[in-house]
């Protein structure tokens, strides 16, 4: 017994015979029933468990789901509170039990889960094809049912309770991820732990051992997704059609054809797309439940996007001057060389990174509204944020590109610029297939190179968002609406969040419960000439982030 509660451990196993009675024998001494469930092992599995002290079972089948369905079966004549399913190859901790079994016992959990993902592996316990998929099983699960989870391990404990409401079915390598979507679509309160996943102690993997097991394993839980999508009709929902359009725009932007005309100016398939996609997505922003003032920022976005980059280029025929004499399409402001190119680098100086990419660009317009979606899935971490010096060596390119145009302007594009701007929209495009897995703005983060020369201006310049540590409760709210996933309490403790990396969107000042973060710039130097004229306007709490008005 665990805290008054019947505990029982459930073990398939097949061909486990090495492993199985050690596994058994490590077990705490609090777990009342162990069932060994027999996946129809041609050795001496069996009987090397009930020497350990299990109970043996049978599945009718072969399959890792009917194994855990014939010691389900078994138990429920005596109906434990709490089971734990658990491989026998040694890979799972026995120690971290009681990890799993607290939240349930003190009512917190229906279901918990020992992430993998979370926790430290063993060199050479996964190979890469199993954290692969893995991984695109997940953020399969969130994309159509909004729950992240970060594995699919069979190690896990369930109340009997929520078990029975789940009405497991799965016969095979489903299992797992039948328990979890059913969870999710149930509503059932689910967390995951770190775990500690170990080499297997013996035997030979079922899964992972060989191509085609890693390949029938992956086939089986996609499969099983799909399904259940289809089922819930959830194909239906904003993530798929966001990706669906995603996949689209990709697609479009290989084939990319001219469409049509426009007072001499010609439409191309991916400009319409784009167009057509800010437009759509972004009705859906401004009625999405959202903070005011983010509501206004996406208002901004997608009617500057819209007129500023859609409409006045290819109505107006606007032209901009570039380095060597050249002219190009209105607004040019990322096509360096251009007069624009120069004078938003200035503004970014006075006002901040989030010009551009809080507010204005038009890559940011597409993030912001059809990936919308994704934003929850934001990665995060030490490598990540470490990953993000790698948009300096795009940042490179560029500037040899534009030292190229002071000095040779007139073969510069010949000599870099073609190679720079294919490279670029290459990776922009090809990086909107990993907005599930990394989040809307991964490209932002670690290969925009504007992102990168941005960041570097609003530094030497005048935004920061000032932050008062003896507020901060460390509650971490703020880092988790963090579209560049910014160690902002980090930062808290300094006294400002002032890093190359923070666009400028407003969201951690928004969500602070406390009000310890604040937003200044070179607005604050303008607040009392033009302060309330603004005012007058009900645009004061917009342009003007100060100490007597704050965004939350």
């Known amino acids: 017994m665990y805290q008054d509660k019947n505990i029982a451990v459930v073990i398939p196993a097949l061909n486990e015979a090495e492993t199985i009675g050690q596994v058994v024998r490590s077990l705490p001494e609090f777990v009342d029933q162990v069932v060994v469930a027999d996946n129809g092992s041609q050795d001496q599995t069996a009987q090397e468990a009930r020497r350990a002290g299990a109970v043996v079972v049978f599945a009718r089948q072969r399959g890792y789901g009917s194994a855990c369905l014939a010691a389900i079966e078994y138990l429920s004549l005596r109906r434990p509170d709490i089971i734990v399913f658990m491989d026998g190859d040694g890979s799972d901790d026995p120690e971290q039990m009681e990890d799993l079994l607290r939240p349930i016992v003190e009512s917190r959990c229906d279901l918990v889960l020992a992430s993998r993902t979370l926790g430290k592996v063993e060199s050479g316990a996964m190979t890469p094809v199993q954290k692969f998929g893995n991984q695109m099983a997940s953020w399969l699960i969130d994309l159509i049912w909004a729950r992240k989870f970060t594995d699919l391990g069979p190690y896990r404990a369930i109340s009997w309770s929520a078990l029975k409401s789940l009405q497991m079915s799965d016969p095979d390598y489903g299992w797992t991820v039948e328990m979890q979507i059913k969870s999710a679509r149930l509503g059932l309160r689910v967390k995951e732990i770190p775990a500690n996943y170990r080499q297997r102690q013996g035997g030979q993997s079922k899964v992972s051992g060989t191509i085609m097991g890693s390949c029938l394993a992956g086939w089986k839980i996609i499969s099983w997704i799909v399904k259940e ?307 007058n306007l009900g645009l004061k709490g917009l342009s003007f982030p100060s100490k007597k008005v704050r965004l939350r």
């Open 229 to 535: 999508a289809l089922r819930d009709r959830k194909y239906l929902s904003l993530g798929f059609i966001s990706y669906l359009a995603i996949i689209g725009l990709i697609l479009a932007y290989f084939y990319n054809k001219p469409l049509f005309n426009i007072r001499g100016q010609v439409v191309y398939l991916t400009d319409f797309l784009v167009f057509s996609y800010v437009f759509v997505f972004g009705l859906y922003r401004f009625f999405s439940k959202d903070h005011p003032y983010q509501k206004i920022r996406i208002h901004v976005i997608v009617w500057l996007y819209l007129i500023f980059w859609g409409i006045m280029p290819y109505f107006f025929g606007l032209k901009v001057p570039t380095l060597g004499g050249g002219m190009v399409l209105w607004p040019a402001i990322h096509v360096i060389g251009s007069v624009m190119f120069f004078i938003y680098g200035l503004l970014m100086i006075f006002f901040g990174r989030r010009l551009d990419c809080g507010w204005n660009c038009p890559c940011v317009a597409t993030r912001e509204t059809v990936g919308f979606a994704f934003r929850r899935m934001t990665a995060r971490g030490k490598f990540w944020w470490r990953l993000r010096y790698l948009k300096y060596a795009f940042l490179a390119l560029l500037l040899v590109y534009l030292g190229y145009l002071l000095f040779d302007p007139t073969n510069a594009y010949q000599k870099v610029g073609g190679f720079y701007y294919k490279m670029l929209t290459n990776t922009y495009y090809l990086s909107y297939l990993f907005l599930p897995l990394w989040g809307n703005r991964s490209y932002c983060r670690v290969m925009c190179p504007y992102a990168a020369l941005w960041g570097i201006y609003s530094y030497l310049g005048f935004f920061r968002i000032e932050a008062n540590s003896h507020k901060c409760t460390g509650c971490g709210l703020c880092e988790t609406v963090c579209d560049m996933g910014i160690p902002i309490r980090e930062y808290v403790s300094k006294g400002k969040i002032r890093t190359v990396e923070c666009m400028g969107c407003g969201r951690c000042v928004n969500i602070c419960p406390k009000g310890a973060l604040e937003i200044k710039s070179a607005w604050a130097y303008l607040e009392r000439p033009f302060g309330k004229f603004l005012t």
